[in-house]
């Protein structure tokens, strides 16, 4: 096995943290600090600009074609860009359009959608959130109930969507929704394309348990949208669906955000001799995490090395998933255990270590192992498409 990167990755990589370096502040992660005093809406003026440029070299959707606004770079090259971005803390945000909405409008699109909607994604005029989950539908998502129901030449929606992250700041919507009740649930489920300004949709907030807005319940009431918002076959979007989020579980971010995390914790124990010195056994538990770290990122990189064969990692991309986001809330676990009631403690409180970022890291590490599939789900797909154990 060669854990090599190629000469041409390599030097992406080096161009990537060249450009970092260039266009991130000094301090980065304390000036621009969600909970700091320039404010969330100050970072999301700066993210805007930020993306604007990346979007100008063509690193939004590096993979994907030029004509719809990638570069036609290899699967590595986008997984060493993510591991970077991830790690220097850029402000790239989870871009749902690059995520799915793309990769299944170039395997299920019309030519119409792929030339309307692909260059919006990589221009950054439009923004994406996905509705799939429900109330009643969550790790079952087949379960799901908001129906689609054609009349001419419209479909007409209602039902409610759950969990769904950034709807208020989106202007589409990737929904999956039944449009054929009378057939198995997996086989009765079509994908659309929704404006979300479109009459009848409410969004409402949901605060997550680190007091931050980034959930939204939305309800559709008799909603109406064009025909030709149907992606795909009718009554197939399970299968599209599916192939949609292979593409979110490479998982390379996750590892990369806790390397960083973890050098910062290695850097505040050697600045403060009495942790170390005192207490051998946080040593222990750091070499520790360093070597989870390390797991994490190499399972990643067989996604991404799988991916560039042409192959579907797809219990592969399950386990690289699982992995990582537990090992967010392990990593979290042991620096509030390393700094004690500190580690408690709001950004916004002037006795916080580390400015905070374990109270932060440890609320949202929660959410990590239940968004885009929880952790008990994805061990039962890996048991049953990885080991080959039978269901129930």
């Known amino acids: ?3 090599r990167f190629s000469g041409e990755e390599e030097t992406f990589r080096t161009e990537v943290k060249e450009f970092l370096r260039a266009e991130l502040p000094s301090g980065w992660d304390e000036q621009f600090d969600a909970e700091s005093e320039m404010g969330m809406a100050a970072q999301g003026d700066f993210a805007k600009q930020f993306q604007k440029k990346l979007a100008n070299r063509g690193w939004i959707a590096l993979p994907w074609p030029k004509e719809y606004g990638g570069a036609g770079a290899s699967v ?3 997984m060493v860009y993510n591991e970077e971005m991830a790690y220097s803390g850029a402000p790239t945000g989870f871009n749902m359009g690059v995520a799915w ?4 409008l170039m395997i299920c699109g019309t ?3 792929k030339k309307r909607f692909m260059p919006r994604i990589t221009n950054l005029e439009d923004t994406w959130c996905t509705l799939y989950s429900e109330p009643g539908a969550g790790s079952d998502l087949a379960a799901l109930q908001t129906r689609a129901v054609r009349d001419g030449d419209e479909w007409v929606i209602n039902g409610q969507k759950i969990w769904t992250s950034g709807a208020h700041r989106s202007n589409w919507g990737w929904l999956a929704a039944r449009t054929d009740p009378e057939a198995p649930k997996h086989k009765g489920i079509s994908m659309f394309l929704v404006p979300m300004d479109a009459p009848g949709i409410t969004i409402r907030p949901l605060i997550n348990m680190a007091g931050q807005h980034g959930f939204n319940e939305v309800f559709f009431e008799d909603v109406r949208i064009p025909a030709d918002m149907l992606v795909g076959q009718q009554n197939m979007g399970w299968y599209q669906l599916a192939v949609a989020l292979d593409f979110e579980r490479s998982s390379i971010a996750g590892s990369a955000r806790a390397r960083r995390l973890w050098e910062q914790l290695l850097a505040f124990t050697r600045s403060d001799g009495q942790f170390v010195g005192a207490k051998p056994e946080i040593r222990h538990r750091l070499v520790e995490a360093g070597i989870e770290i390390d797991v994490a990122q190499f399972l990643s990189y067989r996604v991404g090395s799988m991916q560039q064969a042409g192959k579907i990692p797809n219990y592969e991309a399950t386990i690289a998933k699982l992995y990582s986001t537990e090992l967010g809330q392990r990593l979290a676990g042991s620096g509030i255990e390393l700094l004690g009631m500190y580690g408690q403690l709001h950004p916004k409180s002037k006795h916080a270590q580390l400015k905070g970022r374990m109270e932060r890291y440890y609320q949202l590490s929660v959410a990590e192992t239940i968004a885009g599939g929880t952790s008990e789900v994805m061990r039962g797909v890996a048991a049953i ?8």
């Open 101 to 104: 909405v793309g990769p299944s």
């Open 76 to 78: 590595m090259t986008q």
């Open 385 to 392: 498409r990885g080991l080959g154990l039978p269901r129930g």
């Open 1 to 3: 096995m060669d854990f």
């Open 111 to 113: 030519e119409v959608q």
